[in-house]
């Protein structure tokens, strides 16, 4: 497999959003214009069963290149979160797939699982991936992790469990 393409232009944020911080809040505070990733008419949810019998649900959204994105949301949100509608957006707008992936109990999943997700939902990550793994074996890969999601999803890599 080769490495992913370079993009020409490199990010650079809006004066008033230089830093972290001012990215996260304004990226709660500016209205989003991504369409919702659960009612997407491309969208396909995807039932995943993790090793203790309880689903979560991800939505996929396909792409023409062949990168497939996983995006795993941040604490008390889920796959329509905003954050979660935008980056999709810009993925498919680059030709990737994108799976915006509910954590359990959360969003098209809230009624599949009793337990909560935590920071230590590493194994719920690596279920995804080997599920998606599985699906498209071809695809390259790539995880995205927002917030609480990062930390288990750099949990799954540390404990070997993420499949790549």
């Known amino acids: 497999m080769s490495a992913p393409p370079r993009y020409a232009h490199p990010c650079r944020p809006p004066w008033f959003a230089r830093g972290g911080h001012g990215q996260t809040l304004w990226g709660h505070g500016l209205p989003s214009l991504a369409p919702a990733v659960s009612t997407h008419p491309e969208a396909r949810p995807v039932e995943i069963t993790l ?9 996929a959204l396909p792409g023409s290149s062949d990168v497939r994105v996983h995006l795993f949301h941040g604490l008390s949100g889920d796959a329509d979160a905003d954050y979660m509608r935008r980056t999709a957006a810009v993925l498919r707008a680059r030709g990737h797939a994108a799976w915006c992936v509910n954590h359990r109990g959360c969003g098209a999943g809230r009624w599949l699982a009793g337990k909560p997700y935590h920071s230590g939902s590493a194994p719920d ?3 995804v991936l080997a599920a998606s793994r599985a699906e498209a074996p071809d695809a390259r890969h790539v995880a995205v992790g927002f917030s609480l999601s990062g930390n288990a999803l750099l949990l799954a890599a ?3 469990r993420a499949p790549w």
């Open 51 to 59: 090793a203790d019998g309880e689903r979560l649900v991800a939505h």
């Open 125 to 127: 990550i690596a279920a």
């Open 158 to 160: 540390a404990r070997g």
